[in-house]
């Protein structure tokens, strides 16, 4: 008799509990950073923006990540062959090293000589369009991962004139260190988007999986006009690499921000966009620009090789006969509606 009087106040509490708890409400912070915009989404009791507290977060890791800054760690470090590494630049060379390995050296943080040399760096060149073949040799002596040595939380060039660039993986770093400043919060059910780079967790207002949007072809397309196709996103993170954001054309060839660190040769494949679902989205930035410099065969291939990355990938591309074409991965239709 008293095991049933106990589970029936146990029972009236939890309902009392239920009814007193706020309702969850949608709340948005948007801003620039980065160069690019951000959103982030999230469901909270507590509608008192969190936005001062996010910018804060993107100023900390600008002081370590971006060449655009002047004192940053990482403008240190190429300055002077050496750094003392923050958390956040440490994150950041260490997965970029891995990534390296795992890719045989075709995502490679030091390309940044590369980098500037094609033109797409913080400063330009003299001349514009393709560097001159001993111009890219002589950059490419200076790149290599295996000059890179961490030693603690010291980061050395054992190479001179070796410098990194980490814009191929910061956002995506950054994405899922707001995903995690907002678990701390006690946030759940959220949605980080920091220049089409995303992560998400939970579920949406709607009480279903976050949906994000991303461009696909129109059938028989030959233009590559663009539909939205929608993506589910369960606790997920997504990230986009194309030769559609910065480019140069030069004759009848599109050169792309995306440099080969073994070739030293910008993208200018067929391939139009790649876009990666992974576990999360430092992994799936990490991993975008080289399963496109590997192309279609060779990038699914990969995919399906290593399944202890847990990567998918849909790729839009020019097919030999003109047309706008599409490939994934096996698991990635699973998350397309």
């Known amino acids: 008799m008293r095991f049933f009087q106990l589970l029936a106040c146990l029972l009236l509490t939890l309902r009392l509990t239920a009814q007193e708890a706020p309702p969850l409400r949608l709340v948005a912070c948007e801003g620039k950073a980065q160069g690019t915009y951000y959103i982030v989404k999230y469901l909270s009791a507590d509608t008192t923006s969190l936005q001062p507290r996010i910018d804060s977060l993107f100023e900390v890791i600008d002081k370590s990540l971006s060449l655009y800054r002047p004192g940053s760690l990482i403008n240190i470090f190429n300055a002077t062959g050496s750094v003392q590494m923050d958390e956040h630049m440490k994150a950041v060379v260490e997965k970029a090293v891995l990534t390296s390995k795992a890719t045989r050296g075709i995502f490679d943080i030091t390309v940044k000589p590369l ?9 330009k060149p003299s001349f514009k369009g393709i560097p001159p073949q001993d111009s890219i040799r002589k950059a490419l002596s200076y790149v290599g991962y295996r000059y890179l040595k961490i030693n603690g939380n010291r980061l050395t060039a054992i190479k001179k004139h070796t410098e990194i660039d980490c814009n191929g993986i910061a956002q995506g770093y950054t994405v899922d260190v707001l995903g995690k400043f907002l678990e701390r919060q006690g946030i759940r059910n959220y949605l980080v988007d920091v220049g089409g780079e995303l992560c998400a967790k939970g579920m949406n ?10 461009e696909r072809p129109a059938p ?10 929608l993506v589910q996103l369960p606790d997920k993170g997504i990230a986009t690499s194309g030769n559609y954001r910065r480019f140069f054309d030069q004759g009848r060839t599109r050169f792309a921000h995306t440099i080969d660190p073994v070739t030293g040769m910008a993208l200018h494949n067929h391939i139009i966009s790649v876009t990666v679902i992974a576990r999360d989205c430092f992994t799936a ?3 975008d620009n080289p ?4 192309g279609v065969e060779k990038g699914l291939q990969f995919i399906a090789q290593h399944p202890e990355y ?3 990938a849909l790729y839009i591309y020019k097919a030999a006969n003109g047309t706008i074409s599409e490939a994934c991965s096996n698991g990635f239709r699973k ?3």
Request: aromatic content about 16%; cysteine-free; glycine content about 12%.
């Open 220 to 229: 028989g397309d030959t233009a590559y006009e663009p539909i939205q196709g």
């Open 285 to 287: 930035d990490a991993f």
């Open 291 to 294: 399963l496109i410099l590997m």
């Open 115 to 123: 980098v500037y040399l094609w033109g797409f760096g913080v400063t």
């Open 335 to 337: 998350y397309m509606e």
């Open 205 to 214: 207002q709607q009480h279903k999986t976050w949906r994000i949007g991303i």
């Open 310 to 312: 847990d990567l998918e």
